[in-house]
């Protein structure tokens, strides 16, 4: 057995424009994700039970389907019923593609998050929403300036983990397509037949992302503790 | 209070309240009035329904049934004008409750900024000036984690205080302190009381309450059981129940 990293000369930029669209990919997913599973949790904890209810539902039916089902339903099965999303030109890559894979993988993001934004609100002293309504704050002013935001810093690890695990995930939209990582990386391998070595550096490349991903997380946490 | 007073200077009237949680009888018909100006402390055994009755008052509980009335208007049935009748009713809790993701001064400033959207500069200013009342102008930048209990406790009641209420409700505010720092937020209810505050307090503090009130209500098991000058209860009280509380609590 003998190791070739030859052909790394070639195929370099592969890797490192593989990596680019899988961190923005993530980004995006993980924004979408935060945002929904916001609106997922307040609509989870509000008193009207049919929105309660449409939350759940969500919740089970999403984290109860392959992820890969969500995407190759958006990608495949919603244009087929007409619901195309449009192509943008110009953009230097095939948008449609692209904004399914966003799609899918924050829809699904979105189940996880709100269930972490839930447990975030449900730990946040009852006193403190108390104080605010008993000084004539409205639900949604105590929510925006007192609830979420401690909310937020007691979720700031587990939302750390969901990035770090989007990361991973979404090796799994080389399926419909998209030129991330893994999709580039499956290219070396198959022109230049190093699958060994082609693999090693994918690898590498992920953990570099995660481990940096997870590194400044907690920074952040520890800026947060100090400050309040 | 003398009774001559006349009508308009009922502040708060309380109708045949009752609470019910779950198969437990809270409240059995709680009936008074308090007038502008009173200083109000209510006594009586844990369980009695102290805090429930006083949480009423703002409606951060909803009584099963009766009414309180806020300057005529119901507080019970009150829909969207309830947080213009809580602007006006300051409370001060047990555990303090001070904003934890906010410092001293946002405290402070958040509420009178965002309803009743005060100027940020003049409500920074206002609230220096009341944290200098209390001896605590140097904790404005402080977050609530680094302040020992008196003193959040006292910028809970600037806090309450920066909305102007009408009244003031106290919830055992001294009962989470170390006994220490008890008397420094005593001192600051009584001049806030001899400032001409109307409040209902609810405490375990006899000393302040001989002292300060100048009507005592005492609760025994849902109901007001006495109602007085401290005078009459401490020295003059009428059934076996409150005697027995007094022998108790005066020990």
């Known amino acids: ?166 990361i991973k995930e979404s090796s799994i939209v080389m399926t419909i397509g998209i030129t991330e990582l893994m999709f580039n990386t499956s290219q070396v391998y198959s022109s230049s037949f190093r699958y060994f070595e082609s693999l090693i550096i994918c690898a590498l490349v992920y953990f570099v992302m995660t481990f940096t991903t997870s590194r400044l997380l907690g920074v952040m946490e520890r800026r947060m503790k100090r400050s309040a | ?44 055994a844990s369980g009695a329904g102290k805090s429930t009755f006083l949480r009423c008052l703002n409606r951060l509980e909803m009584p099963s049934s009766g009414d309180i009335l806020f300057e005529g208007e119901s507080v019970v049935h009150a829909g969207r004008n309830l947080n213009a009748l809580r602007e006006r009713i300051g409370m001060v809790f047990q555990q303090f409750n001070l904003f934890n993701n906010l410092n001293v001064l946002d405290n402070i400033t958040l509420a009178p900024t965002l309803v009743k959207k005060a100027d940020k500069a003049k409500a920074e200013e206002e609230a220096r000036a009341l944290l200098r009342r209390v001896g605590l102008e140097d904790k404005a930048s402080a977050f609530p984690a680094q302040l020992s209990g008196g003193q959040r406790q006292r910028i809970a009641i600037v806090r309450a205080l920066a909305m102007h209420p009408d009244v003031m409700l106290f919830d055992e505010p001294t009962s989470a302190l170390d006994p220490e720092m008890v008397g420094e937020v005593l001192d600051v209810m009584q001049r806030l009381a001899a400032d001409g505050m109307t409040m209902v307090v609810v405490s375990h503090e006899m000393g302040f309450a001989r002292k300060v009130a100048n009507r005592i209500l005492f609760m025994e098991d849902g109901v007001i059981a006495e109602d007085g000058s401290p005078e009459q209860i401490f020295e003059h009280p009428k059934s076996e129940r409150l005697r027995e509380f007094l022998s108790k609590v005066l020990h």
Not at chain 1, 112 to 120: D, F, N, T
Not at chain 1, 145 to 160: E, R, S, T, Y
Request: hydrophobic share 50%.
């Open chain 1, 1 to 166: 057995m003998e190791l070739n990293f030859s052909f790394l000369g070639k195929y370099w930029p592969m890797f490192i424009r593989g990596a680019g669209t899988t961190l923005i990919l993530s980004v995006f997913t993980v924004v979408i994700g935060l945002i929904v599973g916001i609106v997922l949790a307040l609509m989870r904890l509000g008193k009207f039970k049919p929105i309660s209810l449409i939350s759940a539902a969500y919740t089970e039916f999403i984290r109860g389907t392959p992820l890969m089902v969500q995407i190759f339903f958006i990608f495949y099965a919603l244009p087929q019923m007409g619901l195309k999303i449009p192509q943008i030109t110009g953009l230097g890559f095939d948008f449609p593609r692209f904004a399914s894979g966003i799609l899918a993988m924050g829809l699904n993001s979105a189940a996880y998050v709100g269930e972490i934004v839930r447990a975030g609100i449900q730990a946040v002293d009852k006193g403190q929403t108390e104080a605010a309504r008993s000084l004539g704050m409205t639900g949604w002013q105590t929510m925006r300036h007192v609830v979420l935001p401690q909310a937020f810093k007691n979720i700031l690890p587990a939302l750390g983990n969901e990035f770090v695990t989007v």
């Open chain 2, 1 to 44: 209070m003398p009774d001559s007073l006349n009508k308009n200077d009922v502040i708060l009237e309380v109708r045949d309240l009752t609470m019910r949680f779950g198969k437990l009888d809270v409240l059995k018909g709680v009936n008074t009035v308090v007038r502008r100006g009173e200083v109000i402390v209510v006594i009586g």
